[in-house]
């Protein structure tokens, strides 16, 4: 379950939280408490309903029948989480039955108390007009051309606001949906299709569908509405692609890979695909990226690409993550929301073996590279937490960059320790032994070491018990004489737990030849040596980045301009540009050119493009110049968002050339209206104003970003404009891109900071989510402790837990910086105070200095102040350097592919 994009969390996330003053933050907010799975009294064997859902009336009404089989004997009535419903009746083994409905809890009571393993019928009459777990999107005056349609999201926790049900992920049952809908529509349901009837009286039609392998209740889903078919048959399963009409074109280019990915995760998971079909349905408002209902995934109307944005992007990433869902979180499902990385971080990895498998090599490690910085982003910038963690308000505020992108480098460690081969028979194993059931980290911990002899506990207490990663400080000295190369390893991280242990290797390239040694570092300080038959040209510390880790290694710049052009490694190269760029100098403003022009993979292009413009310097900025029409549109995204770093009008007319005559690119265009605002160029406004606000592309992709670079450009004549743009009628994506940016543009003044602060306020209960959540991180942006009040309001009225965990955040933060105010203001006046006393006592002296001499004294002279000695004890001594000498001479380096 994929939620906003990569981009779009971590700036919400940075924007929200800004950089901890002394590390990052603690995870729980006041009133977080621990959770755990929850008690049953009865397993629920079988879920049936029969609904009507009317979208034009956004209700649906129908019985609910859970068949289900005691515990423990003497079971006297089982409790249904049912929220917001209209109960009419209830009847255990076909007979009325007495129940007690205190929502959100329905207790139904059974005429005598069942023994272990007795089954009992309950069926459960009841009608609805959900605010959650279903909703309803249809046309109105300011969106005529809106579809009408209802769809289900159940997870975390919403399926009680839709149907009655034991609303929790630890048990599973099979399930059947009879559901009734006007006839001019479709049902898109879970499972076999077991037959279609029309009532044309009544004007409605009724599909039977039926899921017969067991699942866990918030993957029992719906979607209602007209769409667009294609259907396919993969090897035997039925393939089926819904989405607008009218767009079937766009549609099977858009999962044009689904057979392939069906086919390569069964091959490699060892199980072929479970469900009697697969699904996938484009709806529009969607809350999420993708939700993975068991056999019919429900994706966002915005991933759905035309034409021209199938030049540089593709859905390929959302396809293949929910995909993988079907095995992992679907076929095993975490016990509790503790655990739930077992099914979002297996999702976002199996979606880059994905990419592996089809994109090759380089993009499988950028695609991991770049999955390291939305972490590491999320760990500095906003909070710390354990991946296990069961101390949260709602489940949804673990749906994290720790759950998703930490989780998927975790099982890249697991790999790199054990190897293709055991990996993939580890995970066989772990799949074949626990389809069908509930599953925890410690099951997983297990299946590996029972399918490969192999326990790797240590890597799971490091990196998925404890919070953080090792930071280390790389040193490389040459003694000629000895023929002998010196490595030291410094663990610097601020963390009192135990030094982490990594097992990685290292790699030197001496007259073009490989070299490659093993290493385990264990320990704060190590030294290590490898003999050699010469200087090395390059030093690599893990190559292929299979550890997660902060590195920081000063190399020559001779070995960096060497790795740069000759590392196989994209990852390799990319650090070797960065660290270039903060030499400053010419050769590294040349080496980095080249790169962007002739280097073989777009990513490190347009790294090295980034990194000319965090150089600033006239010579950065030709070069950039020099590679504004280089060939791949992923680089000219780069070079656009490089030359947004110089203040300077050659930059800015180059930028203002791609967004008045445009590129074929959406996202290119898009990076250059961002870029033009951020070099404040007097030609900027009109730019971005009357040209690229009157764009449609994809998603409103370059408005978005020209709204983004009209902030930039500090010009209050873009207050009105990001107004106008927030205001019902124009498309999602722009108003809440127009939401964000008034946190920036209310810093132009008090006139401004109003009008924003105002209109922020408003968008607070705007029905769009992401407009909420901007809302939020935009008056966090301001800074204003009166906002405090009313984030508390949101957190008592919103229904959405991402929204509710943002208004916590912001409260806190704003809280945290008025505290900090508080306290500098206490030390100006104290300091105030001291200033002032200190004078009163200097005119005494003179006064009576005055009376002793007889004369105005001369002025004294200053005095040095001697700090005071250090406190009796001596700083604890540094340990010494390990030194370990690499046995292994010269083996050849490898790479997995």
């Given at each position: 379950m994929p939620d906003l994009s990569d981009a779009e969390m971590t700036s919400h996330c940075a924007r929200l939280a800004g950089a901890a003053a002394n590390g990052p933050r603690a995870f729980p907010l006041a009133g977080d408490t621990p959770h755990y799975a929850r008690d049953l009294v009865v397993d629920v064997r079988h879920i049936k309903l029969e609904v009507r859902i009317d979208p034009a009336r956004k209700s649906i009404e129908g019985t609910a029948t859970h068949r289900v089989r005691a515990i423990n004997d003497g079971v006297r009535g089982v409790g249904f989480d049912a929220v917001e419903m209209q109960v009419a009746g209830v009847s255990v083994g076909g007979k009325p039955a007495r129940f007690d409905y205190?929502?959100?809890?329905?207790?139904?009571?059974?005429?005598?108390?069942?023994?272990?393993?007795?089954?009992?019928?309950?069926?459960?009459?009841?009608?609805?007009?959900?605010?959650?777990?279903?909703?309803?999107?249809?046309?109105?005056?300011?969106?005529?051309?809106?579809?009408?349609?209802?769809?289900?999201?159940?997870?975390?926790?919403?399926?009680?606001?839709?149907?009655?049900?034991?609303?929790?992920?630890?048990?599973?049952?099979?399930?059947?949906?009879?559901?009734t809908v006007p006839a001019s529509m479709i049902s898109i349901g879970n499972g076999e299709l077991r037959g279609v009837t029309q009532n044309r009286r009544a004007g409605t039609k009724t599909y039977h569908w039926y899921q017969a392998v067991p699942h866990v209740t918030y993957l029992l889903s719906q979607v209602v509405g007209g769409f667009a078919e294609i259907a396919h048959d993969v090897d035997g399963t039925p393939a089926q692609y819904y989405g607008p009409r009218g767009r079937e074109g766009d549609l099977a280019a858009t999962l044009g890979r689904t057979p392939e990915m069906l086919r390569f995760f069964g091959e490699k998971i060892g199980v072929r695909y479970p469900y009697a079909k697969y699904a996938q349905t484009f709806v529009a408002d969607f809350i999420f990226g993708g939700m993975e209902n068991i056999s019919a995934t429900t994706l966002t109307e915005t991933s759905l690409l035309d034409k021209r944005a199938r030049i540089d992007a593709d859905s390929d990433g959302l396809i293949a993550h929910e995909l993988a869902h079907q095995w992992f979180g679907d076929l095993l499902t975490c016990r509790d929301w503790a655990h739930g990385w077992l099914n979002e971080g297996f999702a976002t990895y199996f979606e880059a073996l994905f990419t592996e498998h089809h994109k090759g090599i380089d993009e499988f490690r950028y695609e991991l590279y770049q999955n390291t910085q939305i972490y590491m982003g999320e760990d500095a910038n906003r909070y710390r937490r354990p991946i296990?963690?069961?101390?949260?308000?709602?489940?949804?505020?673990?749906?994290?960059?720790?759950?998703?992108?930490?989780g998927s480098l975790v099982l890249h460690m697991v790999r790199s320790v054990l190897g293709d081969d055991l990996w993939w028979k580890a995970i066989q194993h772990y799949v074949t032994k626990h389809r069908s059931t509930n599953v925890t980290t410690p099951d997983?911990?297990?299946?590996?070491?029972?399918?490969?002899?192999?326990?790797?506990?240590?890597?799971?207490?490091?990196?998925?018990?404890?919070?953080?990663?090792?930071?280390?400080?790389?040193?490389?000295?040459?003694?000629e004489g000895a023929k002998q190369a010196k490595l030291s390893v410094a663990q610097t991280q601020e963390d009192p737990a135990a030094p982490f242990r990594l097992p990685v290797e290292v790699g030197f390239t001496v007259d073009g030849t490989p070299h490659a040694f093993k290493v385990e570092v264990t320990e704060r300080q190590h030294a290590f040596?490898?003999?050699?038959?010469?200087?090395?040209?390059?030093?690599?510390?893990?190559?292929?980045?299979?550890?997660?880790?902060?590195v920081e290694f000063k190399r020559p710049k001779e070995m960096l301009l060497y790795q740069l052009q000759h590392d196989g490694d994209v990852v390799g190269r990319i650090d070797a540009a960065k660290e270039l760029a903060k030499l400053g100098t010419q050769p590294a403003v040349e080496a980095l050119k080249r790169a962007v022009l002739h280097d073989a993979?777009?990513?490190?292009?347009?790294?090295?493009?980034?990194?000319?413009?965090?150089?600033?310097?006239?010579?950065a900025r030709d070069a950039l110049l020099a590679c504004v029409r280089v060939r791949h549109p992923k680089?000219?995204?780069?070079?656009?968002?490089?030359?947004g770093e110089f203040r300077d009008e050659?930059?800015?007319?180059?930028?203002?050339?791609?967004?008045r005559k445009g590129d074929p690119s959406y996202y290119v265009e898009a990076q250059a209206a961002q870029a033009l605002g951020q070099t404040r160029s007097p030609r900027a406004f009109a730019a971005l104003a009357d040209v690229a606000m009157k764009k449609e592309s994809m998603n409103d992709v370059i408005r978005c970003n020209a709204l983004a670079?009209?902030?930039?450009?500090?010009?209050?004549?873009?207050?009105?404009?990001?107004?106008?743009?927030?205001?019902?009628?124009?498309?999602?994506?722009?108003?809440?891109?127009?939401?964000?940016?008034l946190g920036k543009l209310a810093k132009l003044g008090d006139r401004a900071k109003e009008q924003a602060y105002d209109r922020l306020i408003e968008l607070l209960q705007d029905e769009w989510l992401r407009v909420r959540l901007n809302a939020i991180a935009a008056l966090v942006e301001i800074n204003d402790t009166k906002a405090v009040s009313e984030l508390g309001r949101v957190t008592e009225r919103d229904l959405d837990g991402r929204v509710l965990r943002a208004a916590r955040e912001g409260m806190a933060r704003l809280r945290e910086g008025a505290d900090k105010g508080e306290e500098i203001r206490k030390l100006r006046a104290d300091f105030d105070t001291l200033l002032a006393d200190n004078r009163a006592l200097k005119d005494r002296l003179d006064r009576i200095e005055a009376r002793r001499d007889g004369a105005k004294p001369a002025a004294a002279p200053r005095r040095r102040m001697t700090p005071e000695p250090e406190a009796a004890g001596a700083p604890p001594k540094r340990r010494a350097a390990t030194r370990t000498r690499a046995s292994v001479k010269g083996a050849a380096a490898r790479r997995r592919r």
């Amino acid at each position: 379950m994929p939620d906003l994009s990569d981009a779009e969390m971590t700036s919400h996330c940075a924007r929200l939280a800004g950089a901890a003053a002394n590390g990052p933050r603690a995870f729980p907010l006041a009133g977080d408490t621990p959770h755990y799975a929850r008690d049953l009294v009865v397993d629920v064997r079988h879920i049936k309903l029969e609904v009507r859902i009317d979208p034009a009336r956004k209700s649906i009404e129908g019985t609910a029948t859970h068949r289900v089989r005691a515990i423990n004997d003497g079971v006297r009535g089982v409790g249904f989480d049912a929220v917001e419903m209209q109960v009419a009746g209830v009847s255990v083994g076909g007979k009325p039955a007495r129940f007690d409905y205190s929502d959100p809890v329905l207790h139904v009571s059974f005429p005598r108390p069942l023994r272990a393993g007795a089954e009992a019928e309950i069926a459960i009459t009841y009608s609805a007009q959900p605010r959650r777990g279903l909703y309803f999107v249809g046309p109105d005056k300011d969106y005529p051309k809106k579809p009408l349609q209802a769809w289900t999201q159940g997870q975390d926790e919403d399926s009680r606001h839709w149907y009655p049900c034991i609303d929790f992920p630890n048990h599973q049952q099979t399930s059947e949906v009879i559901v009734t809908v006007p006839a001019s529509m479709i049902s898109i349901g879970n499972g076999e299709l077991r037959g279609v009837t029309q009532n044309r009286r009544a004007g409605t039609k009724t599909y039977h569908w039926y899921q017969a392998v067991p699942h866990v209740t918030y993957l029992l889903s719906q979607v209602v509405g007209g769409f667009a078919e294609i259907a396919h048959d993969v090897d035997g399963t039925p393939a089926q692609y819904y989405g607008p009409r009218g767009r079937e074109g766009d549609l099977a280019a858009t999962l044009g890979r689904t057979p392939e990915m069906l086919r390569f995760f069964g091959e490699k998971i060892g199980v072929r695909y479970p469900y009697a079909k697969y699904a996938q349905t484009f709806v529009a408002d969607f809350i999420f990226g993708g939700m993975e209902n068991i056999s019919a995934t429900t994706l966002t109307e915005t991933s759905l690409l035309d034409k021209r944005a199938r030049i540089d992007a593709d859905s390929d990433g959302l396809i293949a993550h929910e995909l993988a869902h079907q095995w992992f979180g679907d076929l095993l499902t975490c016990r509790d929301w503790a655990h739930g990385w077992l099914n979002e971080g297996f999702a976002t990895y199996f979606e880059a073996l994905f990419t592996e498998h089809h994109k090759g090599i380089d993009e499988f490690r950028y695609e991991l590279y770049q999955n390291t910085q939305i972490y590491m982003g999320e760990d500095a910038n906003r909070y710390r937490r354990p991946i296990v963690n069961n101390v949260y308000h709602e489940p949804i505020d673990l749906f994290d960059r720790h759950l998703y992108e930490k989780g998927s480098l975790v099982l890249h460690m697991v790999r790199s320790v054990l190897g293709d081969d055991l990996w993939w028979k580890a995970i066989q194993h772990y799949v074949t032994k626990h389809r069908s059931t509930n599953v925890t980290t410690p099951d997983l911990q297990r299946a590996i070491e029972a399918a490969t002899g192999r326990n790797i506990d240590w890597l799971f207490d490091q990196f998925v018990y404890r919070g953080g990663h090792p930071s280390l400080r790389l040193g490389f000295e040459w003694d000629e004489g000895a023929k002998q190369a010196k490595l030291s390893v410094a663990q610097t991280q601020e963390d009192p737990a135990a030094p982490f242990r990594l097992p990685v290797e290292v790699g030197f390239t001496v007259d073009g030849t490989p070299h490659a040694f093993k290493v385990e570092v264990t320990e704060r300080q190590h030294a290590f040596f490898f003999a050699l038959p010469a200087k090395p040209q390059m030093v690599r510390f893990d190559p292929g980045h299979n550890f997660l880790m902060a590195v920081e290694f000063k190399r020559p710049k001779e070995m960096l301009l060497y790795q740069l052009q000759h590392d196989g490694d994209v990852v390799g190269r990319i650090d070797a540009a960065k660290e270039l760029a903060k030499l400053g100098t010419q050769p590294a403003v040349e080496a980095l050119k080249r790169a962007v022009l002739h280097d073989a993979f777009w990513g490190v292009q347009n790294e090295a493009a980034r990194a000319l413009g965090s150089m600033r310097t006239s010579g950065a900025r030709d070069a950039l110049l020099a590679c504004v029409r280089v060939r791949h549109p992923k680089a000219r995204r780069g070079v656009a968002a490089g030359l947004g770093e110089f203040r300077d009008e050659q930059a800015a007319a180059a930028l203002e050339q791609i967004v008045r005559k445009g590129d074929p690119s959406y996202y290119v265009e898009a990076q250059a209206a961002q870029a033009l605002g951020q070099t404040r160029s007097p030609r900027a406004f009109a730019a971005l104003a009357d040209v690229a606000m009157k764009k449609e592309s994809m998603n409103d992709v370059i408005r978005c970003n020209a709204l983004a670079g009209l902030a930039e450009l500090r010009d209050e004549r873009a207050l009105p404009v990001a107004i106008e743009w927030t205001r019902r009628g124009r498309s999602n994506p722009v108003r809440a891109a127009a939401t964000s940016v008034l946190g920036k543009l209310a810093k132009l003044g008090d006139r401004a900071k109003e009008q924003a602060y105002d209109r922020l306020i408003e968008l607070l209960q705007d029905e769009w989510l992401r407009v909420r959540l901007n809302a939020i991180a935009a008056l966090v942006e301001i800074n204003d402790t009166k906002a405090v009040s009313e984030l508390g309001r949101v957190t008592e009225r919103d229904l959405d837990g991402r929204v509710l965990r943002a208004a916590r955040e912001g409260m806190a933060r704003l809280r945290e910086g008025a505290d900090k105010g508080e306290e500098i203001r206490k030390l100006r006046a104290d300091f105030d105070t001291l200033l002032a006393d200190n004078r009163a006592l200097k005119d005494r002296l003179d006064r009576i200095e005055a009376r002793r001499d007889g004369a105005k004294p001369a002025a004294a002279p200053r005095r040095r102040m001697t700090p005071e000695p250090e406190a009796a004890g001596a700083p604890p001594k540094r340990r010494a350097a390990t030194r370990t000498r690499a046995s292994v001479k010269g083996a050849a380096a490898r790479r997995r592919r």
